[in-house]
């Protein structure tokens, strides 16, 4: 299985924010979509990511405030990508090496969609079940 079969089960709508944005605003976009992390991008490019992580770590735990600091004070820069036709296997070796749970999946250098940790398990287990299923329909004929 693919990235692009991922994005056209769960859709390719990517939500982002600026990075001149406070990281309360982003925090609200996150709260208000139910999303683990937003992106960063700027005239069509990507800049960066911000992650519930990165705000626990870099400004809860700092006593920092949400509503004075800035996404590209806090933001991840060096962000793994994926493109449409990377297998599952990649992707879960590069969230893996990277210590990440979103990947933006990118496309002619735009971003056209974002796949999550619980995506990418979600598509494995489903090719489990059909396997399975097929397994057994083979074993009972």
Do not use: W
Request: net charge neutral; charged share 25%; aromatic share 4%.
């Amino acid at each position: 299985m693919t990235v692009n079969q991922i994005l056209s089960t769960k859709g390719k709508e990517v939500f982002s924010i600026l990075s001149t944005s406070t990281v309360y605003e982003a925090l609200s976009v996150m709260s208000e979509k139910n999303i683990g992390a937003i992106l960063i991008i700027e005239d069509t490019v990507l800049k960066g990511v911000l992650s519930e992580r990165d705000y626990a770590r870099k400004i809860v735990l700092k006593a920092k405030s949400s509503k004075k600091a800035f996404v590209h004070e806090i933001m991840e820069t060096d962000v793994a990508t994926v493109t449409p036709s990377d297998n599952l296997d990649y992707c879960m070796e590069l969230m893996s090496s990277k210590r990440v749970r979103h990947l933006p999946v990118v496309e002619n250098n735009i971003v056209i969609g974002i796949i999550s940790m619980s995506d990418v398990v979600k598509a494995i287990m489903d090719m489990q079940k059909e396997t399975i299923q097929y397994l057994n329909t083979y074993i009972t004929q």
